[in-house]
């Protein structure tokens, strides 16, 4: 067997993650291209890791802010030191994912082409003025931006999370279109940072759609007494306009079709992303990219010899989902080559989103109660307040709250959900404990010098007694 394999970008997490997985198989030549600059990949550059360093700098203002054993006055954050941090630690990291698929590149079964790729039939792609014919092609080329199609839109001026990031002054007043992953990290960010009063826009009674309830109920609470935002909820877009000083005016109706009109000096959109596909030439080829076009072997549903890992297969744009999916992808390419059957994609859900600038971050690992129910479990829960634990009190982040859900006939742990000081730190442990289907009452309950993890304990001990009967 001897293979081919295109990876039309490489530098992003799903391709490297292929390319990674396949330069050391004998029967395999790597075709790579990526005409990104500096190149790196979305995350690196335009996603989780800059935004973690500047909410970083809110995050040390907000807890000054809060702490009233602090004196004098708070500081104000330098918006341009932030850029050139962030910028200076950037490309320091997306240099290394360079460096990684730059190596690859040196070997003799690799070959790296800095040039846009694009289908010219169903098999061949062009690259600069060369034609290639791989066996295999991987399409990694990750997401971009979505600007939602509001009426008048096109007529204002807006920005996305990419220009807040590179952002080094801010105007008075804000909109926020999508209250997501993105709004939910920046929104804060831009109160604290940019001392901007804003209006997020919210579809539904909360935010946070993956979480029970009473978790978007606390992280709405805390955007609004925290942070001072107004968060109308119900609510949907209707038409934008600007304003005779060049702000933005925004009409929304609520679900009784009741009128409201907001104005700001400025538009934040960020409402989600879409795949970048657009450049790949997929009209050239019998693939239809609608729909669940992508099956969960990562294999285009319309041709068995493209792959498309990652986000830009619209399923779920998280980083390490793009990783796994490309790790998943080399293993099915080789089966595929080999004739065996190939492997779906299984995940358990792990999310974390850095809210409350990441003070009070949420995270869910497997089932919710609702989620396990309809899977037919049979559970029992435990919740708590991160009030309930001295230490958050200790520590000056009292706000919060936990869950566990287990399964009431075995103790099987199916899943968590935590907003709280250190969820994302704790997703970790909680992902190891679903994965493995560890039983609740054979987690060690061994006391430590008051940490965080408290909270953990007591999830574990409320629910182990209650499959326990007690």
């Known amino acids: 067997m001897s293979l081919q394999v295109a990876i039309i970008g490489a530098y992003g997490s799903a391709g490297s993650a292929v390319a990674g997985e396949l330069v050391d198989h004998p029967d395999v030549e790597l075709l790579l291209f990526d005409d990104g600059e500096p190149g790196g990949g979305l995350c690196i550059l335009r996603g989780c890791m800059p935004s973690k360093e500047i909410l970083s700098a809110g995050a040390h203002r907000y807890q000054a802010r809060h702490d009233d054993r602090l004196v004098g006055e708070v500081p104000d ?26 190596e690859l590149a040196e070997r003799e079964d690799v070959t790296f082409v800095r040039e846009t790729a694009r289908f010219i039939d169903d098999r061949r792609i ?37 220009d807040v990031l590179d952002a080094t002054e801010f105007p008075e007043t804000g909109i926020v279109m999508g209250f997501g992953y993105v709004g939910m990290e920046l929104v804060p960010y ?27 109920d606390a992280a709405l609470e805390l955007y609004r007494e925290e942070f001072d935002v107004t968060v109308p909820t119900r609510v949907y877009e209707k038409q934008l306009e600007r304003t005779d000083d060049g702000g933005v ?8 079709g009741t009128d409201q009109i907001v104005e700001a000096d400025q538009l934040f959109c960020f409402t989600g992303r879409k795949p970048s596909i657009h450049r790949v030439g997929l009209e050239q080829t019998a693939i239809d990219p609608t729909g669940e076009w992508v099956e969960e072997t990562m294999q285009a549903r319309d041709s068995d010899h493209i792959f498309v890992p990652g ?9 390490h989902v793009a990783k796994e999916q490309g790790f998943l992808t080399a293993e099915n390419i080789l089966a595929d080559a080999a ?6 994609y299984e995940n358990v859900h792990h999310h974390v989103i850095f809210s409350g600038l990441g003070v009070y971050p949420f995270a869910r690992v497997g089932h919710t ?15 708590r307040q ?42 970790k442990t909680l992902q190891v404990i679903v994965e493995l289907g560890l039983d609740v009452r054979e987690i060690p309950d061994r006391a430590y010098h008051p940490t965080t993890p408290e909270i953990l304990d007591g999830l574990f001990r409320e629910t182990a007694a209650a499959v326990d009967g007690e």
């Open 126 to 162: 062009e690259a600069g003025s060369e034609q290639y014919e791989p066996d295999y092609v991987v399409v990694a080329t990750g997401s971009s931006v979505n600007i939602p199609q509001t009426p008048g839109i096109d007529e204002v001026d807006y920005m996305t999370s990419a």
């Open 311 to 319: 986000d830009a297969n619209a399923k779920e744009p998280i980083l």
């Open 249 to 256: 005016r925004l009409y929304l109706e609520d679900e009784n």
């Open 386 to 427: 991160a009030s309930d634990d001295g230490v958050f009190e200790a520590k000056d982040v009292a706000a919060g709250l936990a869950k566990l859900v287990v399964d009431r006939n075995d103790g099987t742990v199916l899943g968590y959900q935590g907003l709280h000081f250190h969820a994302d730190a704790m997703a």
């Open 369 to 383: 109660e609702t989620t396990a129910q309809e899977a037919g479990y049979d559970v029992v829960t435990a919740t």
């Open 77 to 102: 954050i330098d918006l341009e030191r932030v850029v050139e941090r962030k910028d200076e630690h950037t490309l320091s990291w997306a240099g290394h994912r360079r460096e990684s698929i730059d």
């Open 339 to 344: 004739g065996d059957a190939l492997e779906e």
């Open 190 to 216: 831009l109160s604290e940072a940019g001392g901007m009063e804003l209006t997020v826009v919210e579809h539904d009674s909360r935010p946070i759609d993956e979480a029970a309830p009473p978790f978007g």
